[in-house]
Each structure stands twice: as C-alpha cells, then as structure tokens.
Nanobody, 125 residues
C-alpha cells in the first residue's frame, strides 16, 4: 500500500525557515516524480516545486530562490527546505508522487498518482 506522510510544518515568523519532509512507503521514490503543492483557505491548489527521476528540479516563480526541493532515495524521503518565509506562504502543504512534468503542469496529473495528507505551514508577520 502506497503511503506519503508529510511532517515538519508549523508556525514561524516572517523571514524564518522550515523544512518539510515526506516519507514514502509502499513503493520506491525514484519510480515516480515528486512534487510539493500547497492550498490556502479559499484558494486553488498550486504547485510549489517538483523533482524528476533524474534529479532535475522546477519551481513556481513565487518560491524561486527561497525554497529547495530534494530527495533522499536511500531514505525514501522527499524534502522541501523553505527559507525567507512570507505570510503569503501560509497554506497546507502536500507532497505527491505523480507522472513526471514541470511543476507548472504537474497538477493536472493529480488523479494519476498518490498524495499525502498535508502539513500546515503558518507564517506570521
């Protein structure tokens, strides 16, 4: 049974940092492409960052230079290092194992993979 479990969310002040983790079980991380998505109350889900099976990464413009996606295949874990956090980064963050695509289009493949339950990130000003 495939499972993705996010952790690492919390409350921080603007300018702070958090590192999200996504532990995968039931399959090998390198078998899928992985992405981080977020959804704020009243807003649509948006892609944040993705990593391909060859290690190539893509980022949404609003996180470029602040967030870094990475994965540890030995630990079957995906990470999202978030620096210089802003109040507008407040959202529920989800990891997903999906068919490979840049983050800008990965979300349209939402029904063709697996999703975690999410972890809340709250950034105060």
């Amino acid at each position: 049974q495939v499972q993705l479990v996010e952790s690492g969310g919390g409350s921080v002040q603007a300018g702070g940092s958090l590192r999200l983790s996504c532990a995968a079980s039931g399959y090998t991380l390198s078998s899928y492409c992985m992405g981080w998505f977020r959804q704020a109350p009243g807003k649509e889900r948006e892609g944040v960052a993705a990593v391909d099976s060859d290690g190539s990464t893509s980022y949404a413009d609003f996180v470029k230079g602040r967030f870094t996606i990475s994965q540890d295949n030995a630990k079957n874990t995906l990470y999202l290092q978030m620096n210089s956090l802003k109040p507008e980064d407040t959202a529920m963050y989800y990891c997903a194992a999906l068919p490979c695509a840049p983050i800008a289009t990965m979300g349209v493949l939402a029904d063709y993979g697996y999703w975690g339950q999410g972890t809340q990130v709250t950034v105060s000003s």
